[in-house]
């Protein structure tokens, strides 16, 4: 059975940091790309970190270079987000994904994160 189960989220001040792991089981962790994604109440969900299988390259958007950071660990099948110097539109609901084709692509439950003083 696949499973991806994050952890890590809560309650943060503006300029904190959170990590936030991905636990997947259930399928070849070091075949699929990993990604977090985030989600805010009446917003979109956009991509927030991409890693590829071997970890040796990483993507992010504008909004969050250079503060956020993804890794992985292929020994041990979790995904991490590093999130420093956390701003209050940082707030929403961060889900992990691993995605190796359409039909394989499998979502966590999702980690809140919020940031407010």
């Known amino acids: 059975q696949v499973q991806l189960v994050e952890s890590g989220g809560g309650l943060v001040q503006p300029g904190g940091s959170l990590t936030l792991s991905c636990a997947a089981s259930g399928f070849t962790f070091s075949e699929f790309a990993m990604n977090w994604y985030r989600q805010a109440p009446g917003k979109w969900r956009e991509t927030v970190a991409t890693?590829?299988?071997?970890?040796?390259?990483?993507n992010y958007p504008g909004s969050v270079m250079g503060r956020f950071t993804i890794s992985r660990d292929n020994t041990k099948n979790v995904a991490y987000l590093q999130m420093n110097n956390l701003k209050p539109e940082d707030t929403a609901m961060y889900y992990c994904n691993a995605w190796r084709s359409a039909e394989d692509d499998y979502w966590g439950q999702g980690t809140q994160v919020t940031v407010s003083s």
């Open positions: 890693i590829t299988t071997s970890g040796y390259a990483t």
